[in-house]
Structures are given as C-alpha cells and as structure tokens.
C-alpha cells in the first residue's frame, strides 16, 4: 500500500532564503508525482508535475525533482517571499491512478 | 478555458439531511475524480469516472455517498443521510483523455455536518 511521506511538517524561514520540501513515498511504482499548494481556506493549486520518467521540472523559482528508485522527491524554492507561505502537499498517481497525498508541509516566509 | 467549478463553496446541514455536491469538469476532459479532506486528515481518493462509467470507487466510505456523472459531463457526489464524520472539503478533480495527465482540481465545498 502506498505512503506518502512529508517532511517537515512546518517550516518557518525568513525571506529571501532558499528551502527545499521533502516527499517520501513508499511504492517506486508510480506514474507521476505533483506538487500542490494550498492557501488558507482555497482550493488547490497545481504547481509541477513530474512524469515517471522524468527527473525534474522547473517552473520560475520553484524546482521539483524525482528519484523514484528512491522515493523521493524535493521541492526547492528560491528567494523565497511572503507570498509563498502556503501548504505545501505532495501527491502520487499509482498504477490505479488514484493520487495518493501527503499530509503536507506548512510553510511561513516571514519579511 | 473554465477551470473545474464546484457547488456550492460551502455547505451547512444538520446530521440525517441530505446533501447535494456538484462538479463541473473542464469541458473535454474525460477523467473526473472525487477527493475528501476530512479535519486533521490527508486528503483521500473517492471515486474516478471515465466518461459516465465509474472507473474506480474503492476509496468510497459507505452507501450513504452516491456519485453520478450525466451524460460525462457534469457529476453530483450525493450524501445521504449525512453523519457528523462526512465533515470535511470535498475536492473535484478532471483530467484529459490521457489519464497520467495532470489532473485540475476545483476549489471545493466544504462541508459541516451539525
């Protein structure tokens, strides 16, 4: 049975700095994993898709990458800013293309 | 192009009533699935159709939930009658024919059962 792991569960940096989220999953059978965030009381919001075989994608200052004979992936922010405090939550799509979803990291970037 | 559109963004009903959700998909997308984020939770896989068949409802609590989708357009997920537990953000999701596409979501309902 798949398990999505996220670590931390919060993180609270100053901005400007550079972080990276952590996701685990326990099945390296997976089709694709995404990265989400969720802002207080909205809906969710995609932000990278990485396809199974891929490593990485890239999107602005955010870069996602996928070691999946590991189960791991990363989600690394640079200079971040006040506006990327969010929820954090990393999701995988398995071989009944569910997605299976971490509990998600809150993050807070403080001026 | 429309984004999937959920309603009501909230709902407040009194435990035994019924309850109502609708999902709006993006227009073409053949996949739509139905997610739930109970308090406390990760969110959790409720059911997939493709098209109007239901591809996958394992992850469906009970047979107080009902899902529909007419005509693979749009799909109602119906709770009846609603418990105290079903509180919760319901999410829909749909993604184009290819199902390993990403999948869009809506912005939820979120439902309190009282």
């Known amino acids: 049975k798949q398990e999505v792991t996220q670590i931390p569960a919060a993180l609270s940096v100053p901005e400007g700095e550079n972080l990276v989220l952590n996701c685990s999953f326990t099945?390296?059978?997976?089709?694709?994993l995404q990265w989400f965030r969720q802002d207080p009381g909205k809906g969710l919001t995609s932000l990278l898709l990485?396809?199974?075989s891929q490593r990485e994608q890239t999107s602005g200052r955010l870069n996602a990458s996928l070691d999946k004979s590991s189960g791991r992936s990363t989600l690394y922010i640079a200079a971040s800013q006040p506006g990327d405090s969010a929820t954090y939550l990393c999701?995988?799509?398995?071989?009944?293309?569910?997605?299976?979803w971490g509990a998600g990291t809150k993050l807070i970037i403080k001026p | 192009e429309a984004g999937v559109t959920q309603f009501p963004s909230h709902s407040v009903i009194e435990k035994g009533q019924t309850v109502t959700l609708r999902c709006d998909p993006i227009?073409?997308?053949?996949?739509l699935y139905w997610y739930r984020r109970v308090m406390g939770k990760e969110i959790k896989f409720l059911l997939h159709?493709?098209?109007?068949?239901?591809?996958?409802e394992s992850g469906m609590p009970n047979n107080r939930f009902l899902a529909e989708r007419t005509g693979g357009t749009y799909s109602t997920l119906k709770v009846q009658p609603a418990e105290l537990e079903d509180s919760g953000v319901y999410f829909c999701?749909?993604?184009?024919?290819?199902?390993?596409?990403?999948?869009?979501f809506g912005p939820g309902t979120r439902l309190t059962v009282t």
């Open positions: 999701a749909s993604s184009p024919r290819v199902v390993t596409y990403e999948q869009y």
């Open positions: 227009s073409g997308h053949d996949n």
């Open positions: 159709f493709v098209k109007e068949s239901k591809q996958d």
């Open positions: 099945d390296s059978a997976i089709y694709n």
């Open positions: 990485i396809q199974s």
């Open positions: 999701a995988v799509m398995g071989s009944n293309y569910q997605l299976i």
